[in-house]
């Protein structure tokens, strides 16, 4: 039996791999919770526009006019947009994991990921991202979104790097059907313990992590 080639690249989201989700259903909720919002009206039209804002085709400004700022609001644009960086935590656990990984085994890593371009610059710089990625990209900086294949394809070129070669790690099950599709390896991410179980499972056991 062909053995598998052993991992050289690691493709990784960022929302609920190495941060919390940026401004997902949840951040949305509690949004219109402090600000009074009307949350199903948020929510409408925030899904009208995210596409296209996480495309890179909205700044945040004139997404937050489509969104919140259509009429009067008795608080700032700041003071919201502050509110929406303010969401984005660290998963500490994952990201010493994977600084790990990538000195122990020499491994490349790449971020895949949705994200729209002000807030990903902002989680890139506040969290240091770019200490541990050698490249990213980002829906807002290709102008493509997965599911799409293409992204997949363009992260492969850009990392030169066989699929054969790359491990994929997300957090969403269609995503990681998708990445595999292309014979891309994957994990499903759902906690720091089952992913360490899987990296392991990949030939990427984390030494420094078994130490603590």
Known sequence: MKQPKPITTLFLDIGGVLLTDGWDHLARHRAATTFKLDSKEMADRHHLTFETYELGKLTLDEYLDLVVFYK????????????????SKACPDMLKLISELKKQYGLKIFVVSNEAR??????????????????????????????????????????????????????????????????????HHQSYRSTCASLASFGLQNNEGAKR
């Open 72 to 87: 009067r609001r008795p608080f700032t644009r700041a003071r919201f947009r502050s509110f929406i960086f303010a969401q």
């Open 118 to 187: 002000e807030l990903n610059e902002y989680r890139i710089q506040t969290f240091k991202l770019f200490e541990i990625v050698d490249s990213f990209i980002s829906s807002s900086f290709v102008h493509m979104r997965k599911p799409d294949l293409e992204m997949f394809r363009l992260a492969l070129d850009i990392a030169q790097a066989k699929a054969d070669e790359v491990l994929f790690i997300d957090d969403t099950a269609m995503f990681v059907k998708i990445a595999e599709s292309l014979e891309i390896r994957s994990i």
